[in-house]
């Protein structure tokens, strides 16, 4: 089996559902980076069947609203010394500020700059967001 | 650091010139099949600084002209029981043939189905290709 060994300081992103991964190391744009970074795709897992995994050798802010968003599967390791400090899950956001922009063409946060986009959950299951400002939904699509 | 164990049956395709392991991931489409594929990214290199590595747990046949189109610097190792049973390095490839279209929109190539371009290396270090057909120079861009 394909298998990373542990890094020695940063992030692990586990149990991301599969065909996430890249989804997910694109969208935090790890392609541009520097620092070493580890993509795992379609690894077995007792949980899952299968699951993706990334690695990132660096301390990096990860917006976990962002990550839930996506895919609310994800558990975050935060490594220090080789070891495991911190985990945490993901989980669906109740609320998102400036993540993706609102459905209608009309509302103040699509054409003032200064007014960023905000919304509340109204269905888990859609991802469907009420903007804050006109009320409209909008289904978050990855 | 980020360290990948050995796979047990496979291909690992090692000294990727940072920045092209996405790349070559995307273009032999890993990110669309189902058994474990590992993309590292920025590892540490004796030889080259930094590298990227793609770790592939499956015998898929992997076209070396085209690696060696792409990034000349690729070594290639299969893996058997967890060994290495055949090492190979890529190189340029003199001749290619239905990898990249003729520049020429007038070439026959390019409008007759039946006819695959091909072409004759001309210039290695502009990865410029004469058609065999029309005689126009194509320059490969990855």
């Known amino acids: 089996m394909l298998e990373v060994n542990s890094i020695k300081k940063g992030i692990v992103l586990d149990h991301i559902t599969v065909e ?5 190391f694109n969208k935090l744009m790890l392609d541009k980076v520097d620092y070493p970074v ?3 795709m379609n690894v077995p897992s007792k949980a899952m069947g299968k699951k993706d995994i990334i690695k990132i050798e660096n301390n990096i802010d990860i917006d976990l609203d962002f990550l839930g968003l996506i895919d609310h599967n994800i558990s975050v390791n935060i490594i220090e010394d080789g070891k495991v400090i911190l985990k945490k899950k993901v989980s669906i956001p109740k609320r998102v500020k400036g993540i993706f922009p609102c459905h209608n063409p009309r509302c103040i946060t699509n054409f003032d700059n200064y007014v960023k986009p905000s919304f509340e959950l109204v269905s888990p299951s859609r ?3 009420q903007c804050d400002f006109c009320e ?5 699509k990855i």
Chains 1, 2 share one sequence.
């Open 136 to 140: 409209e939904i909008t289904e978050y």
């Open 38 to 40: 580890v993509l795992l």
């Open 20 to 24: 996430n991964g890249l989804k997910i």
């Open 127 to 129: 991802l469907a967001y």
